[in-house]
């Protein structure tokens, strides 16, 4: 219930967008439109943030029929130990990845994350999980996020940050840096080593 209110606020915008899209009476246009100011009003009230302004180019940015957004991660494993990259925004570590490009299938952007977060080149081997970020231990987010993992195999290149990075390593489960949690958690990182030793079988979702 901690972040019930979040919910509800998303589900307002998710209606009040597909309604400012789909509508032609100029009256319900106007109901959905403060609808959606109501949604960004409950995200200002309850994350304490003092410019409106900001939350609604955060919450209120899209148009047309909501739909998640997709966020792909590349795995890269080098004698048991995971690649993860220091995210310069936040000085916390996570896999490379970020919000899909589009014109780029999901592997030619795992590939494109790794290569530019840490100077690796890698081709892609196998879909390990798809997951819905909001039922994962991540930080409440204003957006619904599908999370795809693509374990990649090096190929060449040298590790060093990038420009959104500012180191990358590998590490061993049992010596993790701190993490970017909005990015990556704790239980993903044990489920893909467990993925690694093979213990795994199938692809993950949900």
């Given amino acids: 219930m901690e972040h019930k209110w979040l919910d509800w606020a998303k589900r307002i915008q998710?209606?009040?967008?597909?309604?400012?899209?789909?509508?032609?009476?100029m009256y319900d246009i106007e109901r959905f439109a403060e609808l959606r100011k109501?949604?960004?009003?409950?995200?200002?009230?309850?994350?304490?943030?003092?410019?409106?302004?900001?939350?609604?180019q955060l919450f209120l940015n899209e148009t047309g029929y909501q739909t998640p957004k997709v966020d792909?991660?590349?795995v890269v494993f080098q004698n048991g130990n995971i690649l993860l990259v220091?995210?310069?925004?936040?000085g916390l570590w996570s896999l490379p990845g970020g919000w899909a490009d589009i014109g780029l299938t999901p592997s030619e952007n795992a590939v494109k994350e790794i290569r530019e977060e840490s100077g690796l080149e890698t081709k892609a081997r196998e879909l390990i999980s798809v997951w819905n970020r909001?039922?994962?231990?991540?930080?409440?987010?204003?957006?619904?996020?599908?999370?795809?993992?693509?374990?990649?195999?090096?190929?060449?290149?040298?590790?060093k940050g990038?420009?959104?990075?500012?180191?990358?390593?590998?590490?061993?489960?049992?010596?993790?840096?701190?993490?970017?949690v909005g990015r990556i958690t704790h239980s993903q990182l044990q489920v893909l080593f467990a993925y690694?030793?093979?213990e795994l079988k199938d692809v993950l979702f949900d």
């Fill in 134 to 159: 909001s039922s994962h231990p991540h930080p409440p987010s204003a957006y619904e996020v599908y999370k795809i993992f693509i374990e990649c195999e090096i190929i060449g290149g040298r590790v």
């Fill in 38 to 56: 109501i949604s960004a009003e409950i995200m200002k009230e309850y994350t304490k943030t003092k410019d409106f302004q900001t939350i609604e």
């Fill in 14 to 25: 998710s209606l009040s967008q597909a309604g400012l899209e789909y509508s032609k009476d």
């Fill in 196 to 198: 690694e030793r093979g």
């Fill in 162 to 180: 990038g420009m959104e990075t500012l180191d990358a390593g590998f590490f061993s489960e049992n010596s993790l840096p701190p993490l970017s």
């Fill in 72 to 74: 792909v991660r590349g």
């Fill in 86 to 90: 220091k995210e310069k925004q936040d």
